[in-house]
Nanobody, 130 residues
Framework: QVQLVESGGGSVQPGGSLRLSCAAS????????MGWYRQAPGKACEMVAA????????NYGDSMAGRFTISRDNAKSTVYLQMNNLKPEDTAVYYC???????????????????????WGQGTQVTVSS
C-alpha cells in the first residue's frame, strides 16, 4: 500500500528556512505527480505545492509562490519542499501525497482531495514563531 514518510519539520523564527522531505513507496513514484499539503488547527486543508511527473511543471498556493520550491528525485522516490522566508501563518502540519490529477486541477472543490489516493503519512510539524 502507499506509504509516505515526511520529515524535516521543526520550529523556526519568522524569516527562517526549512527543507521538508517525503519518502514514498507502495506505488510507481515516477508515474504520478506529487503534492505537498498543510493542515493548521481550525483551518481547511490547503495545497501548498504540486509537481508534475518529470518535475518540469510546478504549481503553488497563492501565499507560497516565491517563497517555497517543490522538487523531486524519481530515483529516490522522494519529493522535497524548500521553504524560505517563513511566516507565522505557515505554521501547520505538512503532508505529501501522490496526485492522480493534474497539478492545476482540483477534485470535488477540495484542494486536498484526490479521486485515487486517500492515504496520508504522519506529517511533519512546522512551527514559525518568534
Amino acid at each position: 500500500q502507499v506509504q509516505l514518510v515526511e520529515s524535516g519539520g521543526g520550529s523556526v523564527q519568522p524569516g527562517g528556512s526549512l527543507r521538508l522531505s517525503c519518502a514514498a513507496s507502495g506505488f510507481k513514484f515516477s508515474s504520478y505527480g506529487m503534492g505537498w499539503y498543510r493542515q493548521a488547527p481550525g483551518k481547511a486543508c490547503e495545497m501548498v505545492a504540486a509537481i508534475s511527473i518529470a518535475g518540469s511543471g510546478t504549481n503553488y498556493g497563492d501565499s507560497m509562490a516565491g517563497r517555497f520550491t517543490i522538487s523531486r528525485d524519481n530515483a529516490k522516490s522522494t519529493v522535497y519542499l524548500q521553504m524560505n522566508n517563513l511566516k507565522p501563518e505557515d505554521t501547520a502540519v505538512y503532508y505529501c501525497r501522490p496526485r492522480s490529477i493534474g497539478i492545476y486541477d482540483t477534485y470535488m472543490d477540495n484542494e486536498c482531495e484526490d479521486p485515487f489516493f486517500d492515504a496520508w503519512g504522519q506529517g511533519t510539524q512546522v512551527t514559525v514563531s518568534s
